[in-house]
C-alpha cells in the first residue's frame, strides 16, 4: 500500500494545519484536558479519513486478451444498452461503477490498446447516480482501441463531492491493461461502454475492484 501522489502534497498541508491546531489549544488551554484529548482525537480520526482517500494499493493485474476489467473500486450501477453519441455514434452495453468516499480512487485501463480519443468536458456536479450525470457533469470521455481493433469507451464522471478528476492520457499513447490512466479525488462514478455482443460478467450491485474484478468478456 502506498500513498497516491494526488494526495502527498494536501496530506503534509493537513498534517502542518492539525499540528498547528494541536499546539494551539495545548498552548491556550494549558489545563483543560479534555478540550485538548478531544481536538487530538477529532484531528487523529479526519487525518485518516483524508488519508484512505488517497491509498494506492499494490497488487497483480488480471490481464486477459478478452477481458474487460473493472475501471474503478465501486458498486456496479447501471447495467444496460445506450446510444453513446459522443464517439462511437451507435448502440453500446454500458457498465456504471460508483466510487464512494471510501474506496480507492484510482482509475485502470479496462482494456490495453492505443488511446485513439480523448476530451475533457467541463459540466455540473449532479450526484453522480443521477441518470443525466454521464452527459451533464465534468466528466472525461477516453476511446481505447484493442490490438484486435476493438473499441472501448470509458468515462470518469465528477458528482456532487468529487470536483477534481485527474486524467493522464493523450491521444496515440500506448497504455497495457490494467495500468493507472486517472484519478477522481473523493469517489464519484466510471461509465464503460462496449459491444453490444460483449458479455457481461457482472449483475447490479456487485462490488468492484479495479484492475482485478472482470466485469465482461469481449467477444
Not at 443525466?132 to 470509458?154: A, C, I, P, Q
Not at 491521444?171 to 473523493?186: N, R, S, T, V
Request: proline share 4%.
Amino acid at each position: 500500500m502506498t500513498i497516491h501522489r494526488e494526495g502527498r502534497l494536501l496530506l503534509f498541508v493537513l498534517l502542518i494545519l492539525l499540528f498547528g491546531l494541536n499546539w494551539a489549544i495545548l498552548y491556550y488551554f494549558p489545563q483543560n484536558v479534555l478540550v485538548q484529548n478531544s481536538v487530538i482525537f477529532v484531528s487523529v480520526i479526519f487525518y485518516l479519513l483524508i488519508l484512505q482517500f488517497f491509498r494506492n494499493p499494490i497488487f497483480d493485474i488480471t490481464k486477459g486478451d478478452k477481458t474487460v476489467l473493472a475501471p474503478a473500486d465501486g458498486k456496479v450501477v447501471v447495467i444496460e444498452e445506450t446510444e453513446e453519441t459522443e464517439y462511437l455514434k451507435g448502440r453500446r452495453k454500458q457498465i456504471s461503477i460508483f466510487m464512494s468516499p471510501v474506496n480507492v480512487h484510482v482509475n485502470r485501463m479496462p482494456v490495453g490498446g492505443t488511446i485513439s480519443f480523448y476530451k475533457y468536458h467541463p459540466g455540473k456536479y449532479l450526484v453522480a447516480w443521477h441518470p443525466k450525470s454521464s452527459t451533464e457533469n465534468e466528466r472525461t470521455t477516453v476511446v481505447v482501441k484493442t490490438k484486435d481493433g476493438v473499441e472501448v469507451l470509458f468515462r470518469q464522471i465528477a458528482g456532487a463531492l468529487a470536483r477534481r478528476i485527474k486524467c493522464y492520457v493523450t491521444a496515440g499513447q500506448k497504455l497495457e491493461q490494467g495500468q493507472e490512466f486517472g484519478f477522481i479525488k473523493f469517489g464519484s462514478r466510471v461509465d464503460i461502454y462496449l459491444p453490444l455482443d460483449a458479455k457481461v460478467k457482472v449483475n447490479i450491485g456487485d462490488i468492484t475492484k479495479g484492475g482485478r474484478t472482470v466485469i465482461a468478456e469481449l467477444a
